[in-house]
């Protein structure tokens, strides 16, 4: 057995309730963010609403960091049932983009202001004040937060139907170890 997988055989409490929290965040902000940038007029209404973007994102960065520290930390479990190589590694793989995309996602988010000359407020508790703005850096962090949405898209779409193929297809506890105590 590889070091970095588990030997129990269910996710314990707080990686369901991390997993949980970080899928409905990361969601969320994702369809708000291709709201803002695909849908939304410009114009002050915009601005505050961007505002709210950037203030949930690094917080969702905090929660995020949190997120994936403990599932490093706890391991990750064994596969519950045999899989093919190809679906075993496409598996890994799409955990790993995202695990990643929930740490890449809002540092890219911050970069890009930062480095616009953009400062960013977290509701009023803090902020993150603006750097020298440095075109290059700012349109890369931008660029990178948006491929990234579009990466984190299709890993989510990947999966969400590989839970469910592991649930109605093949009947193991994929899907449940990540909902109940088993």
Partial sequence: ???????????DGISRFNHWIIAVAIIGMI???FY???FLESGPGKGQLIGIHKAVGVLVLIFGLWRVGYRL??????????MPTWQRLTSKLV?????????VMPLSGIIGSYFGGRTTSVFGLFMIP?????E???????????ACGWLMVGAL??????????????????????????
């Fill in 1 to 11: 057995m590889s070091p970095n997988l588990s030997k129990t055989t269910t996710y």
């Fill in 31 to 33: 369809g708000f963010g």
């Fill in 36 to 38: 803002l940038s695909e």
């Fill in 73 to 82: 930390k706890q391991g990750f479990l064994e596969d519950a049932t045999v």
């Fill in 95 to 103: 955990h790993i983009v995202l695990l990643a995309g929930i740490i």
């Fill in 130 to 134: 603006a750097g020298d703005k440095i």
């Fill in 136 to 146: 290059a850096f700012s349109a890369m962090g931008h660029w990178l937060h948006g």
């Fill in 157 to 182: 779409v990947l999966h969400v139907a590989g839970a469910l193929k592991h649930h109605f297809v093949d009947h193991d506890s994929t899907l449940t170890r990540m909902i109940r105590q088993q």
